[in-house]
Nanobody
Framework: QLQLVESGGGLVQPGGSLRLSCAAS????????IGWFRQAPGKEREGVSC????????YYTDSVKGRFTISRDNNKNTAFLQLNNLKPEDTGVYYC??????????????????????????WGKGTLVTVSS
């Protein structure tokens, strides 16, 4: 079965850390850019961080710069998002996505144009991150 599976979410206090994983099965991630998106209650989905297929370029939305780190291990067919110094506004469902047609910068995958993101090849089902004291 071709799928992405996220894991690593949970309940954490403000200032805490989590490490999210995005594991691919049924296909290899080598040729896909990976993006992490989140959807907070009552809000639209937003691009949080993206990385190109070989990791040459990365992108972070302004609100997470300096706190989140995206990485990938193509040998393990897995991508990661390290979340540090978490804030209540980071609460939401975090989804990973894989996109095979990224020929430019990772930012192009993460930033919506005219309200739309690229038509991703795969989406995971999401993992919930709750930041609360």
């Amino acid at each position: 079965q071709l799928q992405l599976v996220e894991s690593g979410g949970g309940l954490v206090q403000p200032g805490g850390s989590l490490r999210l994983s995005c594991a691919a099965s049924g296909f290899t991630l080598d040729y896909y850019a990976i993006g992490w998106f989140r959807q907070a209650p009552g809000k639209e989905r937003e691009g949080v961080s993206c990385i190109s297929s070989q990791g040459a370029t990365t992108y972070y939305t302004d609100s997470v710069k300096g706190r989140f780190t995206i990485s990938r291990d193509n040998n393990k067919n897995t991508a990661f998002l390290q979340l540090n110094n978490l804030k209540p506004e980071d609460t939401g469902v975090y989804y990973c996505a894989a996109y095979s047609k990224l020929f430019g910068d990772a930012k192009d995958m993460c930033v919506a144009r005219n309200g739309r993101y690229y038509d991703m090849d795969y989406w995971g089902k999401g993992t919930l991150v709750t930041v609360s004291s």
